[in-house]
């Protein structure tokens, strides 16, 4: 039997000795949809394991200069658009590259979702998601204060 072969990146093999399995501690972002340009509008999907979205950008006009960019909306079961998200335009401090950063949220979420669109070649935007960075919890301390009372965490 071959051994299977592992993506290249900064990941680690079950069984190596690390005790991480699978991105290593700095985690990079993810692809997980995609927006293209139809009859003046942007549309597409955004998918995960559990989430599974037809989305489409609906501009924000506004003089407001805190008003963000645009609305998201996703299509319902019943065929109707919603309004689950906004994103806003942010440009790159290294750069100055110009891209759309927001936030997912639906009461059918367990959480909200982060995300930022960055605008491609043929003027589609490639929707990604990173986890949010937290700190470890020091040796010996519980990473929560729930833990530390002896419950169970909930995990969703």
């Known amino acids: 039997m071959s051994e299977a072969k592992w993506p290249k990146g900064n990941f680690t093999k079950p069984g190596s000795g690390d005790t991480r399995w699978g991105p290593a501690m700095e985690t990079k ?26 989305v489409a950008l609906k501009a924000v006009e506004s003089t407001n200069e805190n008003a963000p960019k645009y609305e ?38 367990s959480a909200p979702v982060n995300i930022t669109a960055f605008r491609q070649d043929d003027a589609s935007y490639n929707v990604v998601w990173q986890r949010p960075r937290s700190q470890p919890a020091s040796f010996g301390t519980a990473a929560n204060s729930n833990e530390a009372e002896g419950e169970e965490r909930e995990y969703a």
């Open 29 to 54: 972002a993810m692809n997980i949809g995609n927006l293209k340009m139809n009859r003046g509008s942007y549309v597409g999907t955004i998918s995960t394991l559990k989430l599974q979205m037809s």
């Open 72 to 109: 998201v909306h996703a299509r319902a079961p019943n065929g109707q658009y919603v309004q689950v998200g906004a994103l806003w335009e942010k440009s790159s401090n290294k750069t100055g590259e110009a891209f759309l950063q927001g936030r997912i949220d639906d009461p059918s979420l």
